[in-house]
């Protein structure tokens, strides 16, 4: 079972493990973490730290950079308070222009330990209603051209390939 839940600092523990995971932020798409004051420190004041980051929203273009969005963590459970955080997912509710070329209104990365077991397929699923939640009908999701696994999740969760920009295949659902 896979859940989408809100950033939380009473999870901190097992977000330090998951940001641990990861291996350093390279791969930690999704998450946000490049609005911080340096990569994320995988410690109680980090993890609030980046949850203080996560609620940063308003209407419009942000900073040139972001724009509205809801940041989730995925947990592999029902979303319960001491479900293993697995990942990180963002569904930006609009789209700027480089959005709209390269990153989409979903981002999201499943740590190394936890791939390969329904988690990405799962949490696209849920991040596709909340985003018809928000009245987004056509959802722009993208991944690295050589990205294959990432593909695969994005077309068995409806995607159609529109076509590649800068290295990105970009899929839209809906």
């Not at 419009?60 to 809801?70: A, H, K």
């Not at 330990?113 to 699923?125: D, I, K, P, V």
């Not at 849920?126 to 990432?150: F, H, Y």
């Not at 077309?155 to 659902?173: L, M, S, T």
Request: contains cysteine; proline residues 5%.
């Amino acid at each position: 079972m896979t859940a989408l839940v809100l950033p939380d600092v009473a999870r901190w523990e097992s977000w330090v493990a998951m940001v641990e995971d990861f291996g350093g932020p390279a791969e930690m798409h999704g998450s946000g973490h490049w609005f911080l004051d340096g990569d994320p420190v995988p410690t109680r004041a980090g993890c609030e730290a980046f949850v203080t980051m996560t609620e940063v929203t308003a209407p419009g273009d942000l900073d040139g950079l972001r724009v509205p969005s809801t940041y989730f963590w995925i947990a592999a459970g029902d979303g319960g308070p001491h479900d293993e955080l697995v990942g990180f997912l963002n569904l930006r509710h609009l789209l700027n222009d480089f959005l709209r070329e390269e990153g989409g209104h979903i981002g999201y990365a499943v740590k190394p330990s936890a791939r390969r077991r329904g988690h990405a397929s799962e949490a696209l699923r849920l991040a596709l209603v909340a985003a018809r939640d928000l009245g987004i009908a056509k959802v722009l999701v993208t991944c690295d051209e050589d990205n294959e696994p990432s593909a695969r999740t994005i077309e068995a969760n409806g995607g159609v390939q529109e076509d590649v920009r800068n290295g990105k295949r970009r899929y839209w659902i809906g």
